[in-house]
Nanobody, 124 residues
């Protein structure tokens, strides 16, 4: 069982930055691949970024590539999402997720555990 708690969301102006954190409980955090997804009002949840259990591989949606960076600290049981050059269209609830062995990282159904989400609002 893995419990995930996101933090770091908030209100920021366009062009600004935020860093999201996702703290995980349990001793097996380092066994899990981690992903970030987001859901804007009236839209389906979409993939943002993912990182392998070792941190050696990362994956990004085209819409955030070059602006967002995912990283993890297995000693702290935490995964991060550094978001730079934020745009109003990045406004959404951001969720972190854990999956033991995703075969296709952008697929939300490959993840077993989800956090409650943190709101990110980017004003123009």
């Amino acid at each position: 069982q893995v419990q995930l708690v996101e933090s770091g969301g908030g209100l920021v102006q366009a062009g600004g930055s935020l860093r999201l954190s996702c703290a995980a409980s349990g001793r097996t955090f380092s066994s899990y691949a981690m992903g970030w997804f987001r859901q804007a009002p009236g839209k389906e949840r979409e993939f943002v970024a993912a990182i392998s259990w070792s941190g050696g591989s990362t994956y990004y949606a085209d819409s955030v590539k070059g602006r967002f960076t995912i990283s993890r600290d297995n000693a702290k049981n935490t995964v991060y999402l550094q978001m730079n050059s934020l745009k109003p269209e990045d406004t959404a609830v951001y969720y972190c997720a854990a999956g033991l062995s995703p075969r296709f990282f952008p697929n939300e159904y490959e993840y077993d555990y989800w956090g409650q989400g943190t709101q990110v609002t980017v004003s123009s």
